[in-house]
């Protein structure tokens, strides 16, 4: 009989290694006489261990000389320009630059001082300084770190011990072998052991990272994603065109905003020059002005460095007052020409988040109906859909403003998919030859360079000096991905972030796992030994080569050197000091050399950090299970980057603002890690037991099913954006505890606001959310002080001197189609009952709106429809045709009456303000109490809900008469404080999700928004009674909610 297929392979055919084979490791060394790979005693584990920690030390205190010495170093993001928002997407202004108070200043004065602060900090503080992202990726390591402690256990305590019951690689104390799997024989059954604790780790992986993600849900940070992102729209398209086309097509989706997109990349680029020209100019003013004299600079770069030192020199105000003087004239000619070069593209911003999903459902959802099986996309058609090409538009959720890079809006189609696949080729192509540092490890003995030192067998030469080169090569790797990532010209900071990530990872994966296991030198090898016929016949590499013990040591002491030697380096940030150097060298002046040292300071790179962390942690989890005592290392690894990635992300780095899709990623990535551990565990037990054996066939049959889970979770993943179900408002998007941050959700770059920093502090021509003179709620309310404002409200005290009332409020404005409504509510005694409404079209003429009784509204319901017109005298006419006995035949025909149902548009507006204020009128809970005697008045001790409470939807109570406390069982009515709560809460309302709760400005107010009735804004200052509601819309009440939910 034949021989069986892998018998015919003599390396996999001779399974049965001799302990002498294993101990010889000369014949698995590409040069024989090689003196650097030769393994040493316990793998030159002390040795690098001992060597790294003094490392660490001395950089530590390299680190706390230069932090103490070259302060602002230390602590680049605090000094970074206040207020300064650069155009490019590298770096931008933080909002605070000095220390934020005492106790910080107190424990980053000293040497060392702010180690135990770093050590200290809470989550709350790192939430305020850094973001929401900076939270999530400290919780991602705070996660892996449980999940290391864990491994630690299990690995030191069960499968070390077991790997030494073995005594294939002898019983030295100083062998290394003794530790990892390969000192067990072949056919032992506690190997059985390994490949369950491998699906235990995988296991244990997926519940702890489930953890992870299930409190990114419940801590969402993004607002509501109520933009959309519209591509291949015509380049002559207006944005009255496209609004006019969304408001036909959906017309109970309600758009508040179209800007369209335009090549701006040149003029950012001249406005960041003209805006630091004028810092420096204002800063030489601002020295001329203290000591009275002019200051001479040399204009050429480098001038104040002794070799430029005898150029003339001119005078420093005139050469940058002609320089910014240059840049305008630049800059006005470029903004005029910028409408003439449109992009194609278009931002849409909707009301709500369910608007947004009901039109990316209908544009994105394949349908499929009519004759056959043929589904496509039709979105709903407009008078426009033509003129437009709808039908080519291609819709997506747009990303946050400041998500943008308005700059590489420019760069699309072919030109940036050829960009694309030029700078990656590239990329591959150098990282092909300088993937593994043993190539020049082999290129010193193939010159015998290491002759004189041949003899020492040292583990400084044989394990040191390697990992050290492979950390130094994969440390150069993420800068050559970073800027690789950056000429890719993403249009946003999430994909871009999102692609460094992925990049970094698999060439970090490549270059310090996958081809170090296989004792290759580079990816060039890599293919040698892929494609190449005889490349295994030459013996130049051996398979049984691949779980060498000293290979294992070597991946235990790059560990080691990523822990200390890498976390030394992050601190001290070399490249970053270089860069700052040469900047510093490059410039022209002392306010030149003011504005890098202000604007050195640059966003965290998530997927830079992430891809790099993730290469640790896969290489920890590989070798857990075949060199159990890397994990302890590893778990030192993650404890010490994070530490200095929370420095970092304080002191020295700016905060970025991205999506959850980067973290996410992040979290799918991490899941790989177990699974190569798997691989590797099926790929030794191949080697050493066959491919027949029970533990390889169960290794098999799991990474199987592993695989499968997790390449249909992924096709999952893409496929159902083609399902209507992806579009499903969710409970999380209806009720949004944890707010979001300040929602600017403003389309535009910079540079084409027409909103100057001194317009930017005049407000709006309507006092907002429910102002009112004299009242809790409106003396530190968000009132902008502006003519206007003082006009409104020196109406309103008019108006409640002249109606006795106790107080009056600015109510809101129905939008009418010649004229608006402003409308004002008007107090007496009783907050509740005692209301009044009036109407102005001056907001100085105010005129008593009648009362909506019964009869008034089924009048209403009957005749008025469509929009209001803005005339009070406009009568609405409805006919109804009236049968006596419900019958139709001919013989009653004479006795049909018509009945005309007639109502004037000032009982209209009378019912809807109404209705209005009855369905959504909001106050927080215990701002209201009522007296033993049955009045509704002000709570004078309310001093406003705590942060945790605002995030919750059931203290917000209906201003209006309860309606759902009778439905109460007897004990719910037993918990209730009769005093504060007799009012409905908004929890209750029908439909579900008619409620959008978001907190703002930084987290400050909290904002509630009726989707019921599109235009009523409710809002709440946490910890103060400062609280209060406007409605401004059109007055229709949204009755395609319940089928948009």
């Known amino acids: 009989m034949s021989a069986m297929w892998w018998e015919q392979w003599p390396l996999l055919a001779s399974n049965g290694t001799t302990p002498s084979d294993l101990t010889d490791n000369k014949?698995?060394?590409?040069?024989?006489?090689?003196?650097?790979?030769?393994?040493?005693?316990?793998?030159?584990v002390p040795v690098v261990l001992l060597l790294d920690f003094c490392v660490f030390l001395v950089l530590l205190m390299v680190f706390s000389i230069i932090r103490r010495k070259f302060w602002d170093y230390g602590r680049l993001a605090l000094v970074s320009n206040e207020g300064y928002t650069d155009s490019t997407h590298?770096?931008?202004?933080?909002?605070?630059?000095?220390?934020?108070?005492?106790?910080?200043?107190?424990?980053?004065?000293?040497?060392?001082?702010?180690?135990?602060?770093?050590?200290?900090m809470d989550e709350e503080k790192i939430k305020t300084r850094c973001g929401m992202d900076a939270v999530h990726y400290l919780s991602f390591q705070r996660h892996l770190i449980v999940l290391l402690i864990v491994l630690t256990i299990t690995s030191l305590s069960i499968i070390m011990p077991v790997n030494m019951t073995g005594d294939l690689l002898?019983?030295?104390?100083?062998?290394?072998?003794?530790?990892?799997?390969?000192?067990?024989?072949?056919?032992?059954?506690?190997?059985?052991?390994?490949?369950?604790?491998?699906?235990?780790?995988?296991?244990?992986?997926?519940?702890?990272?489930?953890?992870?993600t299930s409190q990114m849900k419940g801590e969402r940070r993004e607002t509501a994603r109520d933009s959309l992102f519209v591509c291949s729209v015509p380049k002559t398209a207006t944005e009255e065109a496209v609004k006019t086309h969304f408001i036909e097509a959906y017309p109970s989706c309600r758009v508040c905003a179209v800007t369209l997109g335009y090549d701006v990349a040149k003029l950012m680029h001249l406005d960041k020059e003209r805006e630091r020209a004028g810092k420096n100019l204002r800063y030489y003013e601002r020295v001329q002005e203290k000591t009275g004299k002019l200051v001479l600079i040399n204009p050429r770069l480098c001038g104040h460095l002794c070799c430029c030192a005898s150029s003339k020199k001119v005078d420093a105000i005139d050469f940058y007052r002609t320089q910014e003087k240059d840049l305008l004239e630049e800059v006005r000619k470029q903004t005029e020409l910028v409408p003439e070069r449109p992009l194609g593209m278009a931002f849409v911003t909707l009301q709500t988040e369910a608007m947004a999903k009901y039109i990316l459902k209908d544009f994105n959802a394949l349908k499929c109906g009519g004759t056959g099986f043929l589904c496509r996309r039709t979105p709903q058609p407009s008078s426009d859909s033509a003129t437009l090409k709808v039908n080519k538009w291609s819709v997506s959720f747009a990303p946050h403003p400041k998500n943008v890079f308005w700059e590489n809006l420019s760069l699309r189609g072919f030109h940036w998919y050829m960009r694309y696949l030029t700078l990656n080729f590239f990329l591959f192509f150098l990282l092909t030859f300088l993937t593994t540092p043993t190539i020049i490890i082999n290129t010193m003995d193939k010159f015998n360079v290491t002759m004189p030192i041949r003899y020492l067998n040292s583990p400084i030469i044989s394990q040191f000096f390697p990992t050290l080169l492979l950390w130094s090569f994969s440390a150069l790797l993420p800068t050559i991905v970073y800027y690789s990532t950056i000429g890719e010209a993403h249009w946003s900071r999430s994909s871009e972030q999102l692609s460094m990530m992925r990049k970094l990872y698999f060439f970090l994966i490549f270059m310090v796992l996958i081809l170090p296991s296989l004792g290759l030198t580079s990816i060039a090898w890599f293919f040698r030994w892929l494609f190449d016929k005889r490349f295994l016949a030459d013996g130049k590499l051996r398979f049984e080569c691949v779980f060498l013990p000293d290979q294992g040591a070597f991946f235990v002491n790059y560990v080691i050197t990523a822990a200390l030697v890498g976390s030394g380096m992050d601190l001290l940030r070399l490249p970053g000091l270089l860069l700052y150097i040469i900047r510093m060298m490059f410039a022209r002046s002392a306010a030149e050399r003011k504005y890098v040292k202000q604007n050195q300071a640059y966003e965290f790179e998530y997927g830079a950090m992430y891809g790099w962390s993730l290469c640790v942690f896969t290489v920890i989890m590989a070798y857990s299970i075949i060199c159990p005592i890397i994990v302890p290392f590893g778990l030192l690894y993650m404890m010490l980057k994070h530490l200095v990635d929370k420095h970092n992300m304080y002191f020295v780095y700016l905060p970025a603002r991205?999506?959850?899709?980067?973290?996410?990623?992040?979290?799918?990535?991490?899941?790989?890690?177990?699974?190569?551990?798997?691989?590797?565990?099926?790929?030794?037990?191949?080697?050493?037991?066959?491919?027949?054996?029970?533990?390889?066939?169960?290794?098999?049959?799991?990474?199987?099913?592993?695989?499968f889970i997790c390449v249909s979770s992924t096709c999952f993943g893409h496929f159902k954006y083609l399902s209507p179900h992806n579009y499903e408002v969710k409970e999380e998007d209806k009720d949004t505890e944890n707010g979001a941050e300040e929602n600017t959700m403003v389309y535009l770059p910079r540079v084409l606001d027409p909103k100057s920093p001194a317009s930017a502090q005049e407000g709006s021509k309507i006092p907002s959310y429910g102002s009112t003179e004299g009242s809790p709620a409106h003396s530190a309310g968000p009132l902008a002080k502006s003519a206007s404002d003082v006009l409104v409200n020196t109406s309103l005290v008019i108006l409640k001197k002249n109606y006795k009332f106790h107080r009056v409020l600015f109510w809101g404005k129905i939008l009418g189609l010649k004229e608006d409504y402003f409308i004002a509510q008007g107090r007496g005694e009783d907050e509740m009952?005692?209301?009044?409404?009036?109407?102005?079209?001056?907001?100085?003429?105010?005129?008593?709106?009648?009362?909506?009784?019964?009869?008034?509204?089924?009048?209403?319901?009957?005749?008025?429809?469509?929009?209001?017109?803005?005339?009070?005298?406009?009568?609405?006419?409805?006919?109804?045709?009236?049968?006596?006995?419900?019958?139709?035949?001919?013989?009653?025909?004479?006795e049909e009456e018509e009945v005309v149902t007639k109502v004037n548009e000032e009982s209209r507006l009378a019912v809807t303000v109404h209705k209005i204020d009855f369905e959504a009128s909001v106050v927080p809970r215990g701002a209201y109490v009522k007296s033993p005697h049955g009045l509704v008045q002000i709570n004078r001790s309310f001093g406003g809900l705590s942060h945790s409470e605002a995030g919750k939807l059931d203290n917000y109570l209906h201003f209006s008469k309860a309606k759902n406390l009778k439905n109460k069982s007897i004990l719910e009515m037993g918990e209730l404080n009769p005093a504060t709560d007799f009012l409905d809460v908004l929890s209750d309302d029908i439909p579900k999700g008619s409620w959008s709760l978001q907190l703002e400005c930084a987290s400050s107010v909290l904002v509630l928004r009726s989707l019921l009735w599109p235009g009523l804004n409710f809002y709440h200052v946490p910890m103060t009674p400062q609280h209060g509601y406007i409605y401004i819309g059109d007055g229709r009440k949204n009755l395609d909610l319940p089928f948009m939910l």
């Open 27 to 44: 014949s698995c060394f590409s040069t024989p006489q090689s003196t650097v790979l030769k393994g040493v005693g316990f793998g030159g």
């Open 90 to 120: 590298r770096h931008y202004g933080h909002q605070s630059s000095v220390v934020s108070n005492a106790e910080d200043l107190e424990y980053e004065l000293g040497f060392c001082s702010w180690l135990p602060f770093i050590l200290r």
């Open 170 to 212: 002898g019983n030295d104390p100083q062998s290394f072998g003794r530790t990892t799997v390969g000192n067990l024989p072949n056919g032992d059954n506690l190997l059985w052991l390994h490949t369950v604790f491998a699906v235990l780790y995988l296991i244990l992986t997926v519940v702890v990272l489930r953890h992870h």
């Open 658 to 707: 991205l999506d959850g899709q980067v973290h996410l990623g992040a979290v799918n990535q991490a899941l790989a890690a177990p699974i190569i551990c798997l691989i590797w565990l099926y790929f030794f037990s191949v080697l050493r037991q066959g491919f027949l054996a029970a533990t390889t066939l169960f290794t098999l049959v799991v990474l199987c099913i592993t695989v």
């Open 833 to 894: 009952k005692d209301k009044k409404f009036l109407y102005s079209f001056n907001c100085m003429d105010w005129m008593l709106l009648p009362p909506a009784t019964d009869s008034v509204i089924e009048e209403v319901s009957k005749a008025a429809k469509g929009r209001f017109l803005g005339d009070p005298s406009f009568v609405y006419e409805h006919v109804e045709i009236r049968r006596p006995g419900g019958r139709a035949d001919a013989i009653q025909e004479e």
